[in-house]
């Protein structure tokens, strides 16, 4: 156990120290990294259990009844889902016996709310990790400048000393600032990619509702 509390506390000080020999900048980069985790927990959040679905169960589920006439079925289906595929089809739907371009009408209109809704905030993240590493490089030169300005100053037994340890603690900043850049660039990637299959979905479903309605209106 004491063992453990040692390690422990060694860690805790190991990291108070590599952001103290960072300089605030650091601490910028620290928040904004927690910034940009609160933004990916939230887009994951909604992303993943409210505007997504099942897209290709969902449309066959839908293609059921309107091809049992029962479009009112169809329309119940999608009003039970929050999620961003069956707000865009249900629109269709409720224009279901009107003219095809009315029907497209709706369906576009009704893309056109949801879908920056799915994009909410992801641009945030492409900014947030390009931020980091240009603060991490500012921190760097600002260290630099501090360590060259130092060693000027300094006793020439202790230069290379001196010198060294600035350096060191520069790279700090560096490499906190890939370090955000890197986490961030992954998450914005995973979650833009979810945010493309909904935005995908709706394309493909879309064309497919208006094909079903179309023909069964044809077929009348």
Known sequence: MEATEAVNNGMINTIAMFFQ???VFMYIILVMWGF???????RFMKLSFKLDVDGASFMNELQRYIMSNDIQGAIRVCAG???ALPRVLK???HRATSEQAQIQN???AT?????????LRLNYLQMIANTAT???LLGTIQGLIASFSAVA???PTQKAETLASGISQAMNTTFMGLLVAISIIMIHTFLSTKSEKIINEIDEFSVKLMDLLTTKEANK
């Open 21 to 23: 020999s960072g300089g």
């Open 36 to 42: 940009g985790l609160a933004i990916a927990l939230e």
């Open 81 to 83: 889902s929050a999620a």
């Open 91 to 93: 629109s269709g739907l």
């Open 106 to 108: 709706a369906i576009d």
């Open 111 to 119: 893309a056109l709310e949801v879908i920056p809704k799915v994009e």
């Open 134 to 136: 240009l603060f991490g």
């Open 153 to 155: 100053k300094a006793d």
